[in-house]
């Protein structure tokens, strides 16, 4: 079901066409990246769906509503993480609680819930000068999450702290996902990113959409040599770090090996992605043992099966 619809949308600055007619849908619960060089309008777009600018043609429904100004239905959280610094984690989160007149109790119960969530449930009394940017952004996201928005909206969320800090957040954001399966609309200009987090992505260039896909399908099945350049050289890694060993295995039956135990170092866990297992099947020089939850073998994998041609049964099958 799309709970999120642009139609014809279009915004002029003088004579500058800053987004040409843009028309997708979101469905609820889907993670969709908005990437894009610099310039081609995605934070534009983002800024209309959060009702922060509007069209100069166009309509944007949520709900089947029109959208002309903020809401609490969309949450925001930016790059430049926008806390209040006389405030304490806790009441930055407790926020937008305060202001639609929960009682304090209440408040509080949520916030605490959700800075659990983000890990920073021993930090609730800290300011924001007292937090490195990463503790910061986690705490942008808790106060967007507290108050329960019908859609996350997020502008480069991640693109003010270091790489490191990054990946980690990045590998937090998609395990709270899982757990509340929010709608979310996500800007980046960093393909690997949109590739890692996102269920679709729209690509746009000049303020238009080139291509709006799944990850798999943008990387498999570029629509434009435009596409197929932004996506790079590499996409084929790229589509490996989409797909599970264990969605590209060879199985093995209960006789074969599912009582077996192995030590790690010469395995792959099943839920690892396979561009991460390409080093390990290239340093065994063969293939390997592949286990589940419990360290039993469910199956093996080579570096045959990670070929495009299998991961592209995979693709149909799913």
């Known amino acids: 079901m799309n709970i999120l619809s642009v139609r014809g949308v279009e915004r002029r600055f003088d004579t500058t066409l800053a987004l040409q007619a843009t028309d997708f849908d979101v469905a609820e619960n889907d993670f969709v990246t908005i990437l894009g060089p610099s310039g081609c309008g995605k934070s534009t777009l983002l800024r209309i769906v959060a009702g922060l600018d509007v069209p100069t043609a166009g309509n944007v429904l949520l709900d089947g509503r029109r959208i002309t100004s903020p809401g609490a239905d969309r949450g925001m959280v930016f790059q430049s993480y926008t806390l209040f610094p006389w405030l304490s984690v806790l009441d930055n989160v407790c926020f937008g609680l305060r202001e639609r007149g929960m009682p304090r109790p209440q408040q509080l119960d949520i916030a605490h819930g959700f800075l659990q969530k983000v ?93 709006y896909a799944t990850p798999e399908n943008l990387l498999a099945y570029p629509s434009s040599d435009f596409v197929r350049d932004f996506v790079g050289a590499d996409r084929e890694l790229k589509r490996l770090g989409r797909v599970s060993v264990a969605s590209l295995m060879r199985p093995l039956d209960g006789a074969e090996g599912g009582s077996w135990k192995t030590e790690s170092k010469n395995s792959v866990p099943g839920t690892l992605s396979a561009r991460d297992a390409l080093s390990r099947l290239l340093e065994a020089g063969g293939e390997l043992p592949v286990l589940d939850a419990q360290g039993s073998i469910i199956g093996t994998i080579s570096l045959n099966d990670l070929t495009v041609a299998n991961m592209d049964q995979h693709q149909r099958k799913a």
Request: aromatic letters at 6%; a neutral charge.
């Open 119 to 211: 890990g920073l449930q021993g930090f609730a009394n800290h300011y924001p000068k007292q937090l490195s940017g990463g503790m910061q952004q986690r705490t942008a996201l808790a106060r967007a999450l507290a108050n329960n928005p019908r859609m996350l909206l997020m502008d480069e969320p991640f693109g003010a702290v270091d790489p490191i800090t990054r990946e980690r957040l990045q590998e937090e954001f998609l395990r709270i996902q899982r757990e509340i399966q929010k709608t979310i609309l996500f800007v980046t200009h960093d393909i690997d990113e949109a590739v890692k987090l996102a269920d679709r992505i729209c690509l746009m260039r000049d303020g238009k959409v080139e291509q």
